[in-house]
Nanobody, 127 residues
Framework: VQLVESGGGSVQTGGSLRISCAAS????????MAWFRQAPGKEREGVAV???????TYADSVKGRFTISRDNAKNTLYLQMNTLKPEDTAMYYCAADPPPSVDCYSDSWWVADFDYWGQGTQVTVSS
């Protein structure tokens, strides 16, 4: 199993970035996929999730600015981040919750069994 993130970098406040996660070694199309982030000295935070059904949920802090999407033909997960703020600075990780992914459909999706994790890609937003 591999999850490999890419696309991170440094941008100024108000800028945009798209990060990607290439998946292999498991049934990607059937998995619940999510993005998490962790800033220095802070707990890991669930940013967005996209389920097998295509439904999505976002953290309040990114709602309206970030868009999660998936390409099942390419086994790739994306996070389009617009109107970036300094508080978005963090290491971003993609994670997979393989089937049956029951907890991924709950309101507290971030505590689901995300068994697979990538190494992360750094996003830095300067003011």
């Amino acid at each position: 199993v591999q999850l490999v993130e890419s696309g991170g970098g440094s941008v100024q406040t108000g800028g945009s970035l798209r990060i990607s996660c290439a998946a292999s070694g498991f049934r990607y199309g059937s998995a619940c996929m999510a993005w998490f982030r962790q800033a220095p000295g802070k707990e890991r935070e669930g940013v967005a999730v996209i389920r097998r059904s295509g439904t999505t949920t976002y953290a309040d802090s990114v709602k309206g600015r970030f868009t999660i999407s998936r390409d099942n033909a390419k086994n790739t997960l994306y996070l389009q981040m617009n109107t970036l703020k300094p508080e978005d600075t963090a290491m971003y990780y993609c994670a997979a919750d393989p089937p049956p992914s029951v907890d991924c459909y709950s309101d507290s999706w971030w505590v689901a069994d995300f068994d697979y994790w990538g190494q992360g890609t750094q996003v830095t937003v300067s003011s």
